[in-house]
């Protein structure tokens, strides 16, 4: 088996002719291990989801805009300038082309229930993880639509 860089044994593809394996319900064993609160993987998933938007929605809160996307969600120019002479993608660089990261970071949104326009998370995304009252504390400042 070759793995294309750091992989643990949790990490697995979807894509079986890459060759990984592991198994992605580890970290939730490791964690009821580690706490005695057994939870699945989804369960997990869904607790790491929701620690992740209560981040998103205090940043969006501290800094007091809601457009994430050009006021904290970005790119250093080095990255799109980086190996001018090789091609994005080569090996041995790491340049990007700017449409290929706005093209992740608009999929990424949607994919987190986000607005693509802005980078905030969408009142119904707060309310599917229990978190209607942060969504009216933002409301309130004009942070959440």
Known sequence: MQLDGPLGPW????LKERGYRGDDSIESLLYGLATGDKKSREEL????????????AL????????????????VPDWIFE????????????I???REDIRLAMEL???EMGWETKTGA?????????GLESVAKELQKKDLAT
């Not at 990490?11 to 979807?14: C, E, I, L, T």
């Not at 998933?45 to 998103?56: G, S, T």
């Not at 998370?121 to 993880?129: A, G, H, I, L, Q």
């Open 11 to 14: 990490a697995a593809s979807p």
């Open 45 to 56: 998933d869904q607790a790491a989801e929701r620690i992740f938007l209560l981040h998103r």
């Open 59 to 74: 940043t969006i809160r501290e800094m007091g805009t809601r457009d994430m996307r050009s006021r904290h969600d970005t």
């Open 82 to 93: 980086y190996g001018k002479d090789q091609a994005p993608f080569s090996a041995g660089t």
């Open 95 to 97: 340049r990007m082309e």
């Open 108 to 110: 990424f949104y949607r």
């Open 121 to 129: 998370p969408s009142c119904d995304t707060y309310r599917k993880f």
